[in-house]
């Protein structure tokens, strides 16, 4: 029998009833998975680059072409028709990775800029030559994360401050883009870090007046992806938006790719957006239905994933979940500062020791108070009327008029 578009309505309203039947439909609403960037793409009339999954185009005028990386050891493959000279430039590169390219005397140059290299090549004709930055074996070192920043000088503050904390890069864990201008911004702030940043989406970030994953995709990463450093994997995956059936798209595809490892990989970290629960007892802002939520965790547990590190709610918080170390940390504006004492809103900070094991502390986001100069933050003042609260409103005040 051919189903009418009534009956077709009819099916898929009673399908989003059952769906929501606990929770209720989120808001952004059910999307379908964005195209993904192509990963040949050709440079020029003879120039052709083979991008892995380490790496994507980037926008920076002052070289030939330029990329940015996702994964501490990212590699690109160039196809020249012709012998010729390039400048290129690789964004969000580990300082102290080392370039390996594939045959010699090709790389001329290669200047150091934050996390920027700049290479001057000499490419031979007919050859596909093969760039590779490549970490030193690993002792013990940290990272940090954090979500929820803006777009604006708390994500600068944000960055700062994870590098003078001495992590080794940033996972930002979703929402850089709150206001007009913040997309655009947090692209440039993301470049110019003193540390890598490893991004992962949030329900502010791939919308602004429409759907725009492919500016995310472009400029700043995947959607979902996995990298190792040594014997520590990390595990980025989508929660911005919900997804049907909850083990669909790319993101299925991701989780069907891992496997438990335990001889290549003595921890697995995973990040995202939204966390598997709200510590306030609301159901709007943790990960969904409880069917996703119920997926992603076992999803978790089959590539023995202990922890999972998430933004999407403004607190810091970690307890276990359903067997998961949840910890959130969604502090970047620094609004608890204000709300409920100086220095309480937090990082999260891996310590990676030489094994690959991590454990989990807090570093306190120490935010100036002039930082918190902008109307984003009228709200938290006027629910500060009161006692101390009124000594805080005076002291952002005072900051505001220097």
């Not at 020029?44 to 999954?53: I, P, Q, R």
């Not at 803006?150 to 503050?157: C, I, M, T, Y």
């Not at 500016?215 to 929660?239: C, M, Q, V, Y």
Request: proline residues 4%; aromatic residues 8%.
């Amino acid at each position: 029998m051919k189903l009418s578009r009534r009956h077709l309505l009819i099916a898929g309203g009673l399908g989003l009833a059952a769906y929501s039947y606990r929770r209720g439909i989120r808001l952004p609403t059910l999307h379908w998975d964005p195209a993904l960037p192509a990963r040949s793409i050709k440079l020029n009339e003879s120039l052709k680059a083979e991008l892995t999954d380490s790496i994507c185009v980037s926008t920076i005028n002052n070289v030939d072409f330029s990329f940015r990386a996702y994964a501490p050891e990212p590699s690109i493959v160039i196809n020249s028709d012709s012998k010729q000279s390039i400048r290129i430039s690789v964004n969000n590169i580990i300082l102290d990775a080392q370039l390996i390219p594939s045959l010699a005397n090709v790389v001329k140059e290669e200047a150091f800029k934050g996390t920027t290299r700049e290479l001057t090549l000499e490419l031979p004709a007919n050859q596909s030559i093969e760039l590779r930055w490549q970490l030193a074996e690993q002792t013990s070192y940290t990272f940090s994360a954090i979500g929820d920043t803006g777009g604006d000088n708390e994500l600068k503050w944000c960055l700062q401050r994870a590098s003078d904390l001495g992590a080794r890069f940033l996972l930002h864990l979703g929402d850089f883009n709150y206001q007009e201008g913040d997309y655009a911004r947090a692209i440039e702030l993301f470049r110019d870090s003193p540390i890598p940043v490893y991004i992962t989406i949030g329900n502010h970030d791939f919308h602004e007046n429409g759907a725009i994953y492919g500016h995310f995709l472009n400029e700043l990463g995947p959607l979902n992806n996995a990298f190792s450093i040594g014997k520590t994997r990390f595990i980025n995956f989508d929660t911005a938006a919900n997804i049907l059936p909850f083990s669909a798209g790319h993101r299925g595809d991701l989780f069907d790719s891992l496997v438990p490892d335990n001889e290549l990989f003595n921890d697995t970290v995973a990040f995202t957006h939204r966390p598997l629960h709200d510590p306030s007892g609301n159901t709007t802002h943790d990960i969904g239905s409880t069917g996703e939520r119920d997926w992603i965790v076992d999803s978790l547990k089959k590539i023995e994933a202990k922890t999972l590190l998430s933004g999407h709610i403004h607190i810091y918080d970690r307890r276990k979940f359903n067997g998961i170390d949840n910890i959130i940390a969604g502090q970047g504006l620094g609004h608890q500062d204000l709300m409920v004492g100086k220095d309480h809103s937090h990082f999260a900070i891996g310590n990676v020791n030489h094994k690959g094991q991590v454990t989990f502390t807090k570093a306190a986001l120490a935010m100036p108070m002039e930082l918190h100069c902008h109307p984003r933050i009228q709200p938290v003042k006027e629910s500060l009327l009161e006692g101390d609260g009124k000594m805080l409103i005076e002291l952002v005040n005072k900051a505001c008029k220097k």
